[in-house]
T-cell receptor
Framework: AQSVTQLDSQVPVFEEAPVELRCNYSSSVSVYLFWYVQYPNQGLQLLLKYLSGSTLVKGINGFEAEFNKSQTSFHLRKPSVHISDTAEYFCAVRQILTGGGNKLTFGTGTQLKVEL | GAVVSQHPSWVICKSGTSVKIECRSLDFQATTMFWYRQFPKQSLMLMATSNEGSKATYEQGVEKDKFLINHASLTLSTLTVTSAHPEDSSFYIC????????????FGSGTRLTVV
């Protein structure tokens, strides 16, 4: 089964500084990868996804991620963070199930805390 | 596009009663819906997957008689927590997937269930 690993449970960063949230996935022939953001007591909002094509994926709110097949990574980056970026961030991989179904498998999440 | 509405956003119920949570896809047909449970400061745990018109597929360890899932139409899925107990208190989130979501998964805003 495919899986993702988020090594950093918390990432503190000062406002306007760059940030990188790490995500590594288990190797597979083809992989669909996602980054979601969750604000307190809310559902998940899609930041960006990689399906195929260009390895640099641009998302909403100034975030981008780079798919690196050789390092099996899909790290999320933002060049300059804002206080409003404080939230929980989840990396996820789409799994194809026997029988043709699919589901998302999530990492454990990274709490991004932006400080003044 | 691809909006999912989840209701209620929060509910408090007495121990032993049942609670129904609704998840609606507003502008697309959700051929598959997913129900997750999230404990504080933890990742999302998939409870079950439901395809329209079929019985839900439950993840290992999830009691299907306790967490009843119905997906009777392409735009509506419900999760009923039967005979709720305090240990069922949690944040429940639905997600929908369909032909128009471009391999993406759209999440509802979540339901905070508190059983007293």
């Amino acid at each position: 089964a495919q899986s993702v690993t988020q090594l950093d449970s918390q990432v503190p960063v000062f406002e306007e500084a760059p940030v990188e949230l790490r995500c590594n996935y288990s190797s597979s022939v083809s992989v669909y990868l996602f980054w979601y953001v969750q604000y307190p007591n809310q559902g998940l909002q899609l930041l960006l996804k990689y399906l195929s094509g260009s390895t640099l994926v641009k998302g909403i709110n100034g975030f981008e991620a780079e798919f690196n097949k050789s390092q099996t990574s899909f790290h999320l980056r933002k060049p300059s963070v804002h206080i409003s970026d404080t939230a929980e961030y989840f990396c996820a991989v789409r799994q194809i199930l026997t029988g043709g179904g699919n589901k998302l498998t999530f990492g454990t999440g990274t709490q991004l805390k932006v400080e003044l | 596009g691809a909006v999912v509405s989840q209701h209620p956003s929060w509910v408090i119920c007495k121990s032993g009663t049942s609670v129904k949570i609704e998840c609606r896809s507003l502008d697309f047909q959700a051929t598959t819906m997913f129900w997750y449970r999230q404990f504080p400061k933890q990742s999302l745990m998939l409870m079950a997957t439901s395809n329209e018109g079929s019985k839900a597929t439950y993840e290992q360890g999830v009691e299907k008689d306790k967490f009843l899932i119905n997906h009777a139409s392409l735009t509506l899925s419900t999760l009923t927590v039967t005979s709720a107990h305090p240990e069922d208190s949690s944040f429940y989130i639905c997600s929908a997937h369909g032909p128009k979501t471009n391999y993406g998964y759209t999440f509802g805003s979540g339901t905070r269930l508190t059983v007293v």
